[in-house]
């Protein structure tokens, strides 16, 4: 992740339409911990999770994250 968020196709848009959340993960905050449970064959760090602005997930990703997946992600929670 650290090499993909700061990217200039990646980072307007999480700037502009996202608010970026770290979580611990051998004590997750027990929202995320519910968040994390809806992504599909987590498996393994770093989890990716969109939620809406109400805590409803949107999608999420387990593991590495290429940046053009990353990207796609942002572009269908704002679509």
């Not at 980072?11 to 959340?21: D, K, N, T």
């Not at 611990?24 to 760090?45: H, R, S, T, Y």
């Not at 770093?46 to 999420?60: H, S, Y």
């Amino acid at each position: 992740m650290q090499a993909v968020v700061p990217r200039p196709d990646v980072a307007p848009l999480l700037q502009e339409h996202f608010v970026a959340l770290a979580s611990d993960c051998d004590d997750p905050e027990p929202e995320v911990q519910q968040l994390a449970m809806k992504v599909e064959n987590a498996m393994m760090l770093p989890f990716v999770i969109l939620a809406d602005a109400d805590g409803q997930f949107l999608e999420g990703h387990s593991g590495a994250v290429a940046p053009e997946q990353l990207r796609g992600m942002l572009e269908r929670a704002i679509a």
